[in-house]
C-alpha cells in the first residue's frame, strides 16, 4: 500500500538523522509530513471576498457551521476538521498555547463588520486559525479551510471591519494564499458573473506560486447563481452558460479540472430546513406560481409588508428570505407541488436543485480517488527543499540530503507519480490524445476509483475472466499508440506510462485469476 511505504520511506529519513540537535528543524518538518499523509485530505476553500466561501462551506456540510451574511466577512481562517462532537479551539500567532472555547463564540470570533470592544479587537489580531470539529461523516474524507479572502477593492463594511482589526489588503491576502499553499487540494470560489475580479482572481493564482493549484487538484464552484433568477427561470442553467464562458476565459482549464455551478444559499438552507420552514413553504405553495413568484420578486415587500392573502407571518417571511432566498422559496414551492411531501424529502431536492448534490460528488471522486498520491506528491516536494533551507556544516547538509533521499526516491519508483505527470501533461495541452483515449487515460490512472471494474470501465460485479480480457485488449491497444512514430515527447511518454498501468493491472488481475470477481 502507498502509504504503508511512504511511512517507511519516512521513517528511514528519520533514523538517518538520529537525535542530533541540529536536525531538530528537519525532523519536525518530517515528522510533520508523514503525518499529513496518514490525516484527511486538506481541502482549502479560496475566493474574493464575499464569493460566498463560508456559505459553500455550509452547504457542503448541511447546515450552519461558520457564520456567513451580508456584513459578515470571515477574516480569520476557519479550520473545520471531523470530530465526535462540535468543538472550538483558537490557535494564536504570539506563541500562546491554543485556547479551547466554547463553539457559540465563533460568530464572535468571525469579524464583525462594525463595532466591537477594543478586547474583542485585540483578541482577534492575535488570532492565527480557529480549528472547529464537527460530527458531520463528510469531513471524514476532508478537511475544509474556510480563507478569508483574495481582494483588490474594499467595500465600506469591508474597510469597517478592517479598520477594527487594525489589519490592511495584504494581512487578508497574505493569509489566504498561506492557507492556500498549505492546503492538499483547492477549491476555487466564483461570484456569479464573468466580471474583471474573477479574471484577475486567475492571474493571482497562476502568478502566485500556489503549489497546490491545477486541475488535478483545484475544482472551482461558480456560487449565487441563484441571483440570475428571476431573469433567467432556470438559473442553474444559466450558471452553466456562464461556467462555460469563464472556463475558456484567462487559461481556466490549465487551472481548473472544472467549473460548477451552484446555487449555493439554496444549497445551505437545504441543510438547515426545519420542521417549521417546511410548514411555512408548504403553505405558500398553496399561492399560484406565478403570484408567488411576483410576489416574491419584490424582495421588501414580500418580507415587511401585511400581505393578507400571504399565509405565513411577515416575521417567518423574512427569515426564510433570509435563509432561503426569493428563488430558494420559489423552487421550495414548486418541489413541494410536484410532490416533495416531507422535509426530508424537500431537503433531499433542493440538494439536488442547487447543484450541491453533484458537487459533492465530483469532490469525493476527483479528489478522493487520489488522496493518498496528492498528499505524497505534496510531501515529496516540501522535503526536497529542506537541504537548501539547512545551514551548519557541510557534513550535515550531506546527512540531510541522505535522509531526504529515502522520501523523494518514492517519486522515482512509485509508477503513481509518473501518472501523476501525465495528468498534468494532459491537463496543461502538453500531451495530445484522441478523446477516447484521452478518457481512457482519465480512468486508467484513478479518475473513478481503483478497483479494476472501475480502471476498465466495466460493472461492479465484473467477473474475473472478463476483467482480464479488457485489461489485455487495452493493454494492446496502447502498446500499439507507443509504437507509432506519430506520437513523440510529452504524448509518447503518456502512452508509455498508461501501457505500464495496463501491464500493473493485468498483473494485479492474473495474482487473483483464482478467486473469482476482484473487488
Known sequence: MLRDRAAGAFDAALDVLGTAPDFDQARAALAEERA??????????????????????????GGERVPTGVEELTYNVNWLRHGPAGTLTVHYTDGTPPERRDVAELAKLTARARGGAPELAALLRRIDYLEITDPHPYLRAFDLVDTPGLDSHFGEDSANTLRFLALDEGDVRAATLGQAARADALVLVFARGLASSEEELLRDFTGAGVGAAGPVTTVGALTKVELFWPAHDDPLAEGRRVAARLMDAAGARRLLYDLCPLASLVGAAAGSCTEEDFADLTALSALTPSELADRVYFGAEFVSADLPHVPVSAARRLALHTRFG???????????????????????????????????????DHFGHR???????????????????????????????????????????????????????????????????????????????????????????????????????????????????????????????????YELLVGRLERHRETGPYA
Open 371 to 501: 488522496a493518498e498520491l496528492v498528499k505524497l506528491a505534496r510531501a515529496v516536494q516540501h522535503v526536497r527543499g529542506l537541504p537548501e533551507r539547512a545551514g551548519g556544516s557541510p557534513r550535515a547538509r550531506a546527512t540531510l540530503e541522505r535522509a531526504v533521499a529515502d522520501v523523494t526516491r518514492l517519486a522515482h519508483a512509485e509508477h503513481a507519480f509518473a501518472e501523476l505527470a501525465v495528468l498534468r501533461g494532459h491537463y496543461s495541452g502538453a500531451v495530445s490524445l484522441d478523446p477516447p483515449d484521452a478518457a481512457d487515460l482519465l480512468r486508467i490512472t484513478g479518475e473513478y476509483g481503483h478497483a479494476p471494474h472501475a480502471l476498465l470501465g466495466l460493472p461492479a460485479d465484473a467477473a474475473a475472466p472478463e476483467l482480464t480480457a479488457r485489461a489485455r485488449e487495452r493493454l494492446t491497444h496502447w502498446a500499439g499508440l507507443t509504437a507509432d512514430p506519430v506520437h513523440s515527447g510529452a504524448t509518447r511518454r503518456a502512452c508509455q506510462v498508461v501501457r505500464r498501468s
Open 326 to 364: 426569493g428563488y430558494g422559496i420559489v423552487l421550495a414551492a414548486r418541489l413541494i407541488r410536484e410532490g416533495a411531501d416531507t422535509r426530508e424529502t424537500l431537503r433531499a431536492e433542493l440538494h439536488r436543485g442547487s447543484g450541491m448534490a453533484d458537487f459533492r460528488a465530483l469532490l469525493t
Open 36 to 61: 499529513r499523509i496518514a490525516a484527511p485530505l486538506r481541502v482549502a476553500l479560496v475566493g474574493r471576498v464575499s464569493s460566498g466561501k463560508s456559505t459553500l462551506a455550509n452547504a457542503l456540510l
